[in-house]
């Protein structure tokens, strides 16, 4: 019987293809099971978003607070899948409660709050620092701001708040309280004690309009208050002033206090790791030009800030946790360090030793140098001390006294700058020139006479003593000593004066005219310099004297030299040479230029009237001129005008004539 072989090849055929559909139907069946399970699992996950609760301290009053808050829950209910963040603004007090409830998940307040917060176990550490913004820019920091009103000029300085009425939102607000208080206490002003009312107003505004409505006298605010509420037109521009303004690139606005870390938000230590890591990763990645930035006006959030100052401020105003001091009794300081206690009973005996063995030897040279600081204090000459580059280091009582200075103001300067800087005729004394500084370059003592100047402007003359130190066979500066000699120069002027003037006229005397006469004659013998003489005197004088009287004729001849005076050039010199008998040197001058001189001063003394009880008279003088030449002597000259003079009496008087 023959077997058709094709035929069970075809039937392999159709069995291999019904099982491969068979086998397609059941995995389509499987996968579609999976699928709506993965559908099922999401929507489970969907309705099983966890409940968290975000408390908000108000310090802006609940209104604005929400206002503020509610655009940053709302991007993290939209960013976060498996949380659900509600929004409560609380008080203080209120998130306290809560925590203590346990109906809080994350907190966000004050640093200060905080740091009283955190000693109990529910709070489990800071998550995120706020930073926020001003015009696009990020303000990562808290400051406080003190002011007041701009027309108030009794209230310029920290001091002046002592004594005022003080308007801030809340003695619990950190940046409008707390910050300020503690500026205040470095200031030396204790809050509440030190001023004389405190009113509590709640908000920022409040305390604003207390102040510009003249209900407080000062007015304590967060930094950006004032620039905030001025460019929404709340507040007229410039109406309020900020008190010891300061700062800072990291604060974008005026303040007072120092800045300080921005609020830090927190978990409480019941909430699951997840979803605080969910909600840190979600602030994290708020871009300060999202929408829900610009709208709450925050830059972002940073990882936690260091809260360190804000534990400073706390120590300092005594704030929780720092308002108790720790039990610690005596014992437990001797079972705890007994060996160091020991150790350190031990060192204080050698030192108390050591210290008396010190104290000996300190009151021996205490004592010398007490000596020799009375021996300087009660010098009358002014003595200090320069280093190597000129700068005191030490400068006496009396010193100062000379100069009409402070020793704060003289150390560590240079002497050569402060008094010592110009010539008496005020052209500039080089610092090179001083002798100070010559001493220090080559270790010489110095004496010389110079020209001090005192801070108001005055000047005196001065002896000066510079004298080097050596120490070790090394320059270790100088020492200077300076006498006031005023008093000194006035009597050698004095004297001066009386060995060159007469008494009577205040004209030069005879000696003092030959000696400029020779320095004369010497100037036309070397410069070939033109000079002339002319010697004058009293036509009758003897008559005057006769009719009127020796006092009548003393006011004559101080007429005469007045008149003389006033036509006298300054290289001119003009000296009574006899009784009646005047001189004048004209120096630098021509034959012709004399003669015209000698006539016109002729004229005035003929013009000139004399009255004696109602009754006038005049006098007439004759002169006789005579040029230097360059073989003449002061003898010889002065012949000659003599001559010339005799020859006007002769003449009839009242005339000039030369020779």
């Not at 291999?16 to 999401?42: H, K, N, P, Y």
Request: proline share 3%.
């Amino acid at each position: 019987m023959e077997v058709d072989l094709s035929y069970f090849s075809r039937l392999k055929w159709v069995i291999v293809l019904i099982s491969a559909l068979c086998l397609a139907s059941v995995a389509r069946g499987v996968f579609a099971q999976a699928e709506t399970q993965d559908v099922q699992a999401q929507s489970s996950t969907q309705s099983a978003k966890q409940n968290l609760v975000l408390g908000v301290f108000n310090y802006l009053g609940d209104e604005v607070t929400r206002r503020q808050y509610t655009p940053i829950v709302e991007y993290l209910n939209q960013r976060l899948t498996h949380e659900c963040i509600q929004l409560e603004v609380l008080s203080q007090e209120a998130i306290k409660a809560r925590m203590e409830a346990g109906t809080l998940d994350f907190v966000t307040t004050n640093p200060t709050q905080f740091l009283s917060l955190r000693q109990s176990d529910k709070v489990a550490g800071v998550m995120a620092s706020l930073i926020e913004s001003h015009q696009g820019r990020p303000a990562p920091c808290i400051a406080g701001v003190i002011f007041t009103r701009a027309n108030r000029h009794d209230i310029q300085k920290l001091a002046d708040v002592s004594g005022r009425i003080v308007a801030a939102p809340g003695m619990d607000n950190f940046g409008a309280f707390r910050t300020q208080q503690y500026e205040l206490l470095k200031a030396g002003i204790h809050l509440p004690q030190d001023v004389r009312a405190i009113r509590e107003l709640k908000t920022h505004e409040a305390v604003v309009q207390a102040v510009l409505e003249y209900v407080a006298d000062v007015g304590f605010v967060r930094a950006g208050t004032l620039e905030n509420m001025e460019a929404a037109g709340r507040i007229p521009m410039g109406a309020l002033k900020v008190i010891a303004a300061k700062t800072h690139p990291r604060c974008l606005y005026t303040h007072t206090t120092p800045t300080y870390p921005g609020w830090p938000l927190f978990a409480l230590s019941h909430v699951n790791e997840r979803h605080v890591g969910h909600v840190a990763a979600a602030l994290f990645a708020l871009e300060a030009n999202d929408p829900t930035a610009i709208k709450a006006g925050v830059y972002g959030y940073s990882v936690p800030r260091d809260y360190t100052r804000v534990e400073e401020l706390a120590r300092g105003l005594r704030l929780p946790p720092y308002d108790h001091a720790p039990e610690f009794t005596v014992w437990d300081v001797l079972l705890r360090w007994k060996e160091l206690l020991l150790a350190g009973l031990l060192s204080v005996v050698v030192i108390i030793f050591l210290s008396l063995s010190v104290f000996v030897v300190w009151r021996r040279e205490h004592q010398a140098r007490q000596f020799s600081q009375l021996i300087l204090t009660s010098l009358g000459q002014g003595v200090y001390h320069v280093d190597t580059k000129g700068r005191c280091r030490f400068i006496n009582p009396s010193a100062l006294r000379l100069l009409h200075t402070s020793e704060q103001a003289v150390l560590g300067h240079s002497p050569h700058a402060l008094f010592h800087h110009h010539y008496v005729d005020g052209r500039i004394y080089s610092h090179e020139d001083c002798p100070t500084w010559k001493t220090l370059q080559d270790g010489q003592v110095r004496k010389s006479e110079e020209w001090f100047w005192r801070e108001n402007g005055e000047g005196f003359p001065a002896e000066v003593l510079v004298t080097p130190m050596i120490n070790n066979q090394v320059m270790d500066g100088a020492v200077v000593i300076f006498t006031d000699i005023s008093e000194r120069k006035r009597m050698e002027a004095q004297l001066v004066e009386l060995a060159t003037t007469d008494a009577l006229t205040g004209l030069h005397n005879r000696r003092y005219f030959l000696s400029r006469l020779v320095e004369g004659i010497a100037r036309v013998k070397r410069f070939g310099e033109n000079a002339c003489v002319i010697m004058l005197d009293c036509d009758h004088f003897k008559i005057v004297n006769d009719t009127y009287g020796h006092a009548v004729g003393d006011e004559v001849l101080r007429g005469l030299a007045e008149i003389l005076r006033q036509n006298a050039r300054q290289t001119d010199v003009v000296g009574r040479v006899g009784g009646e008998e005047f001189a004048v040197l004209l120096n630098d001058t021509t034959f012709e230029f004399a003669l015209d001189w000698a006539e016109r001063v002729r004229h005035m003394v003929a013009g000139h009237v004399y009255n004696v009880g109602g009754e006038g008279f005049f006098v007439t003088i004759s002169l006789g001129c005579a040029a230097l030449n360059a073989d003449d002597s002061e003898n010889s000259v002065l012949l000659r005008a003599d001559q010339a003079l005799y020859q006007a009496k002769l003449n009839g008087r009242n005339r000039v004539e030369w020779r």
